[in-house]
């Protein structure tokens, strides 16, 4: 299947085209038809599928065919929300692209900023107004922003949205809606929370879902390294000294641990930056700006900054810590091997993690490989990482299936552990 095959207006198919696109993604072809006949849709989806295009190819065709018919000011036809101003960002300059051909304004609105150039756009009128929770509610309260014309409404990254504590300011915006409306819900993960909150968005609903490991992607060459928590910073050195060329991106659990990351790269005379909460807009932009553009290789982020990153030909990314969500890893790497490109997702695991290892490998169905030993094993763990690091026999065999048997009691509870302490702080992440 083609785009053409879609039935998108000319306009809108020319802008497609000129960015390179031929043939759309899963998500695009189960998820535009839906759209282009104006019903709800609950897509269940992470970054790196395409959604983006799959929400606003649709949305823009419906402004286009409209947009005759409107006299006078502009009004705001359309409300994308998502969680964080480098996804927001992201999303405009996308809606941008495709609308390119077209007569459709849009504006982007975030905090961390001054609201005075973001007010002077809305008051020329726009038709599409892609907006962090926050902010939005702002101006709405100052009467800055009214949602009486909204036609369509697109709740993004629903689950991040919870996490970061956004669920009372959504409810808030929600209320606020026309009856009248298409409603798109997206989110990674279904959790009853979201599901509970998808009732209060959706009328009458279609569902797409794309699975984790769907989009983890076979591109993707995956592996882990055992690696005390000491020598972490020594084995990120060592791993991007060997590829001197290639774009790295690095996750860190926490933003105090991703400006560690960072001042121990400079140390060892690598240049990078750090993305994550407590960084400025302007910083955040900049670092993210240059990471695009190849002028920094080395990119510091949390998971929630990281929501905003689109890079094309990212050849690395490190797992400097292992997520405790374990759909989170499936994120994580889905940042590389996008599109038709291949890609290298490497991840660091010290004692503590291994319970995070497991989880991940339960979500994603495989063994993710053991990489070889490496010469920063040492201390109380190097001999259990060195034989974590040689390459395991096969699944039945019996002695791996006996040696299993008798850590199922003790690696069962440490799992079971460490995932109930993972949850319980999920919305009190360090971003």
């Known amino acids: 299947m083609t785009f053409k ?4 207006a000319l306009p809108i198919l020319k802008a497609i085209e000129e960015q390179g696109y031929t043939n759309p993604t899963p998500i695009q072809e189960q998820a535009i038809p839906i759209l282009l006949n104006k019903k709800d849709l609950l897509g ?3 970054t790196g599928t395409g959604k983006t295009a799959a929400f606003s190819i649709p949305i823009i065709h419906h402004l286009h065919n409209s947009q005759e018919q409107t006299r006078g000011k502009r009004r705001i036809r359309t409300l994308i929300v998502t969680p964080t101003r480098e996804l927001a960002i992201q999303i405009a300059d996308n809606f941008t692209a495709y609308s390119k051909h077209t007569h459709i304004k849009n504006t982007v609105i975030f905090g961390g900023v001054k609201q005075s150039r973001q007010v002077n756009a809305l008051r020329n009128g726009v038709d599409a107004l892609i907006a962090t929770p926050g902010r939005l509610l702002d101006l709405m309260n100052q009467n800055i922003i009214s949602l009486r014309d909204i036609e369509f409404v697109v709740l993004d990254e629903a689950d991040q949205m919870l996490d970061m504590g956004f669920i009372h300011d959504i409810k808030k915006i929600i ?4 009856k009248q409306r298409q409603s798109l819900f997206f ?3 279904m959790p ?3 599901v ?3 009732r ?4 009458e609903f279609e569902r797409v879902t794309i699975k984790p490991q769907q989009a983890t992607a076979e591109k993707v060459e995956q592996g882990v390294y055992f690696v005390s928590k000491p020598n972490k910073p020594k084995l990120l050195v060592h791993l991007i000294s060997e590829k ?3 774009s790295v991106l690095v996750f860190s659990r926490t933003k105090h641990g991703a400006n560690k990351i960072v001042k121990k790269l400079d140390q060892a005379g690598i240049r990078s930056a750090a993305i994550h909460g407590n960084k400025s807009q302007t910083a955040r932009q900049k670092a993210l700006g240059d990471f695009k553009d190849g002028k920094l290789r080395v990119l510091i982020a949390t998971d929630i900054a990281a929501r905003g990153i689109d890079v094309e030909e990212l050849s690395l990314v490190v797992n400097y810590d292992l997520p405790n969500v374990p759909e989170t890893y499936v994120h994580r790497i889905g940042r590389t091997g996008r599109a038709s490109a291949s890609g290298i997702a490497l991840s660091f695991c010290d004692k503590e993690e291994r319970a995070y290892l497991r989880d991940i490998e339960k979500l994603i169905k495989q063994q993710v490989p053991r990489m070889p030993e490496h010469q920063f094993i040492d201390g109380d763990e190097g001999e259990e990482a060195a034989e974590e690091s040689r390459p395991q026999r096969r699944p039945n065999s019996n002695n791996n299936r006996n040696r299993n048997k008798n850590r199922s009691g003790s690696s069962n509870n440490r799992s079971a552990n460490n995932r109930n302490r993972g949850n319980s702080n999920r919305s009190r992440r360090d971003d």
């Open 44 to 46: 269940v989806a992470q």
């Open 200 to 203: 209060t968005l959706l009328g």
């Open 5 to 8: 095959d879609l039935g998108i």
């Open 175 to 178: 209320a606020k809606l026309p």
């Open 192 to 194: 009853s929370s979201i």
């Open 187 to 189: 989110s990674a993960t």
């Open 196 to 198: 509970e909150l998808s």
């Open 244 to 246: 001197p060329t290639d």
